[in-house]
């Protein structure tokens, strides 16, 4: 059965190689003819090894063709090529220009990354009003962590005014969808009544997802919650266990923590 198994996974890896390359080649000859979604398809393709042999300069080179027809993917993709050096010199004033270019066509993760350039002031002056603009649009297209950062922005009156009801709900939209720190922040919203009607179950719920995708502050705050019983039933050893996870990545507060558990 093990055996049948293998070979069915191996029949998989067979054919979606096969599937890669087939696409690399048909790619290939449509981007040489300057279809500019096959440039960045095939930029794509050399980008992450698939159907060809893994190539940044070659991403590059076809992801710029494609980006210098105005498409604003490879647009977004050459500017991140740019902001993290692969490929081509680390440039972020050129990383600014490309995301600038998608973000103004609309594209959601360029509007996000713009807004996160103009929030740290990476190349471009600090501006976080201009962060919020950028956030708000790609923010409204779905984007989760655009959703956190509009929630961390009107939570702290950072480049809007501080609104802790508006903050909670973009972090409800963005922790549904899975972001981590929507849902930690989200916790801590429920667990201080800030925003929201104060609610351990609630916050203990959001403090438990971002805590199982290795966020040590909610790894900490669960702990604390199962140790003093506060929305769910008390249980020291469950909160040895959130304390010890939190501990591991170097969270102060649990490892303290722990270490009064000990005198006890």
Request: contains cysteine; charged residues 20%.
């Amino acid at each position: 059965m093990k055996r049948k198994v293998l070979l069915f996974l191996g029949a998989i890896l067979i054919a979606s190689t096969t599937l890669f390359a087939q696409s690399a080649s048909d790619y290939i000859t449509k981007a040489n003819q300057g279809n500019a979604v096959a440039q960045d398809s095939l930029g794509l393709c050399y980008e992450n090894g698939w159907g060809v042999e893994k190539d940044y300069t070659q991403a590059v080179k076809w992801l710029r063709l494609s980006a210098e027809q105005d498409n604003a993917p490879a647009q977004f993709e050459l500017g991140f090529c740019y902001y993290i050096g692969q490929g081509v010199e680390k440039d972020d004033k050129e990383a600014i220009k490309w995301y600038t270019l998608a973000a103004e066509h609309g594209y959601a993760y360029a509007q996000y990354m713009l807004g996160f350039c103009y929030y740290i002031g990476q190349g471009v002056e600090k501006d976080t009003k201009e962060a919020v603009k950028w956030f708000r649009l790609s923010a409204n297209q779905d984007n989760a962590p655009a959703q956190y950062m509009l929630g961390f922005c009107y939570y702290n009156g950072q480049g809007v005014e501080k609104d802790v009801k508006e903050a909670v709900k973009w972090y409800t939209l963005s922790a549904k969808q899975g972001h981590e720190r929507a849902q930690y922040n989200l916790g801590l919203c429920y667990y201080n009544g800030c925003g929201v009607k104060q609610n351990y179950k609630e916050a203990v719920k959001w403090y438990t997802l971002a805590a199982n995708q290795g966020i040590a502050d909610a790894q900490c705050y669960l702990g604390f919650c199962y140790y003093n019983g506060q929305g769910v039933e008390k249980d020291t050893k469950e909160a040895i266990k959130w304390y010890t996870l939190a501990a591991e990545q170097g969270d102060e507060r649990a490892q303290f923590y722990l270490q009064e558990l000990t005198k006890e």
